[in-house]
């Protein structure tokens, strides 16, 4: 059975840092694509960020660049989240996904096919940046 | 990134058919996916590459697309299916959610 378990939510001052983390288990994490999602409060969902099977490429939403960074240990089958210069609006509960991802070359159109979704989620965790 | 539209909200009725749509530019060159979310849960997927379910997701539960819009179904809606609907795509600037429908079954 896959399980994806978050911890290392809380609350943090702005301009503060913190450190999520999700252990795997279930599948072989070493194979995966995976990503962070949030959701704030009452809000809908945002894709994060996320970080190919190696770790050897990493992607970002525009509103975290150079404030987050995504890693990931496949010898402990773990992922995280650094996040630093926290804002209030990073306000939201965090949650780790196994991201299924590929390209393709679609030649009816001419242009590339990006297959990316998410297929088991963790529970998630829950940051509050206030003072 | 581009972005998806989705109704705020979906009614019906028990038994009847919910239709949740999705529109958005890039939606004819990418697929789509559709999660369900209940109150306190993470989000479940419920279909893939626009019309594919995965494994344990009801019959009831199917996908299409037409042009920049595509289409969750619910045929026979059960009171347990009350929850938010978020469609998914992904491009070359990354991925992107729908802003959620919530479907309340009356």
């Known amino acids: 059975e896959v399980q994806l378990v978050e911890s290392g939510g809380g609350l943090v001052q702005p301009g503060g840092s913190l450190r999520l983390s999700c252990a795997a288990s279930g599948f072989t994490f070493s194979s995966y694509w995976m990503s962070w999602v949030r959701q704030a409060p009452g809000k809908g969902l945002e894709w994060v960020a996320n970080i190919k099977q190696d770790g050897s490429e990493k992607y970002y939403v525009d509103s975290v660049k150079g404030r987050f960074t995504i890693s990931r240990d496949n010898a402990k089958n773990s992922l995280y989240l650094q996040m630093n210069s926290l804002r209030a609006e990073d306000t939201a509960v965090y949650y780790c996904?196994?991201?299924?991802?590929?390209?393709?070359?679609?030649?009816?159109?001419?242009?590339?096919?990006?297959?990316?979704?998410?297929?088991?989620w963790g529970q998630g965790t829950l940051v509050t940046v206030s003072s | 990134s581009y972005e998806l539209t989705q109704p705020p909200s979906v009614s019906v009725s028990p038994g009847q058919t919910a239709r949740i749509t999705c529109s958005g530019d890039?939606?004819?060159?990418?697929?789509a996916y559709w999660y369900q979310q209940k109150p306190g849960q993470a989000p479940v997927l419920v279909i893939y590459?626009?019309?594919e379910r995965p494994s344990g997701i009801p019959e009831r539960f199917s996908g299409s697309s037409s042009g920049t819009t595509v289409t969750l179904t619910i045929s026979g809606v059960q009171a347990e299916d009350e929850a938010d609907y978020y469609c998914?795509?992904?491009?070359?600037?990354?991925?992107?959610f729908g802003g959620g429908t919530k479907l309340t079954v009356l």
């Open positions: 590459k626009d019309s």
């Open positions: 998914q795509s992904a491009d070359s600037s990354g991925t992107v």
């Open positions: 890039a939606l004819p060159k990418q697929y």
């Open positions: 996904a196994r991201d299924y991802y590929e390209l393709s070359y679609d030649y009816v159109w001419g242009s590339y096919r990006y297959t990316e979704y998410f297929d088991y």
